[in-house]
């Protein structure tokens, strides 16, 4: 059974439902269909994953120590060109970021690359230490759970990439988040969308069902999120799952993909990631 104390930290509904119940339990709001892993793990125990070896290997799909500087400046142009279209689209001059979870840093390279004022924090001491030594970027080594901001900066942009379904507790995580976004500021997320074509289709083999993903987002917590935390919504976008693709052969999946845009459809067959930009007020 449910742990009856348990209230979603979104909506406030009480009412849960058991989603997934295999390497570990997953309930889901009955109301804004948040979903929250239960029990909860130990901090102790997800600051030794994210220092192994094989979450880099796995999880990150690249270790860094055996990286060539070419393979490092693709990453960058390839990562960081990706993020800065997406952004510009909505934001004419970037003038700062602040990312969390960076991992490696390419993303944030790319941005002081282009004399964007570019800083972050990264929990994983490998990660820090490679993005330092090799990107020579502005990173401190600290989870956002620990981390002082002391001069009360504030940045234009804060960015998380699959990264807010990982804290143990999202709402201390959305307020410390809140206090680092500039006023008239953004707020860029992605996280893995509970709610998408992909989960659906794989059910519990849905590979974002990990031991270190806390929350279970989706279009509609996220938006009550954050509106709660003074956000208005910019942007919202879906990808066409890879999933729902396969299943029909290459050459007509491009006019597909064409034809689901066109129609606003890409949410009905999205694939693994929900991106939201939202703004501050
Ligand atoms: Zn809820």
């Known amino acids: 059974m449910p742990n009856i104390d348990l209230a979603c930290f979104i909506c406030g509904n009480k009412s849960f439902s058991v989603v997934y119940d295999k390497k570990f339990k997953v309930l889901e709001c009955n109301n804004c269909k948040y979903g929250i892993m239960n029990p909860l793990p130990l901090k102790e125990d997800l600051d ?20 060539k500087p070419s393979e490092i400046n693709d990453l960058v142009l390839r990562i960081g060109s990706f993020h800065y279209n997406y952004l510009s689209k909505f934001i ?16 944030l390279k790319f941005f002081a690359d282009k004399n964007i004022n570019a800083e972050g924090i990264e929990t994983s001491t490998i990660s820090t230490e490679f993005a330092k030594s090799k990107l020579k970027i502005n990173l401190i080594n600290s989870s956002l759970e ?5 001069a009360e900066k504030k940045y234009q942009v804060v960015m998380l990439n699959h990264v ?40 519990e083999n849905w590979p974002a069902y990990l031991p270190y993903h806390i929350s279970y987002f989706s279009q509609k917590n996220l938006v009550l999120l954050l509106k709660q935390f003074g956000f ?21 999946r491009r006019p597909m993909v064409k034809a689901l845009e066109l129609f606003k459809a890409e ?6 990631t929900i991106t939201i930009l939202a703004k501050s007020w």
Do not use: C, W
């Open 92 to 107: 004419s001059t970037i003038k700062s970021i602040f990312e969390i979870g960076p991992g490696g840093g390419f993303n």
């Open 164 to 203: 807010l379904e990982h804290f143990i507790d999202a709402k201390q995580a959305m307020m410390k988040i809140k206090s680092l976004v500039d006023e008239n500021g953004y707020l860029y997320i992605r996280v893995p969308d509970h709610n998408s074509y992909d989960r659906k289709a794989q059910k």
């Open 48 to 67: 030794q994953i994210y220092n192994s070896v094989q979450y880099f290997s796995e999880h990150m799909q690249y270790d860094y120590k055996k990286l």
């Open 232 to 252: 208005t919504i910019i942007d919202i976008y879906y990808y066409v799952s890879d999933e729902f693709m396969k299943k029909y052969p290459p050459f007509i």
């Open 146 to 150: 620990d981390f002082n901001n002391s």
């Open 267 to 272: 949410k009905y067959f999205n694939g693994r």
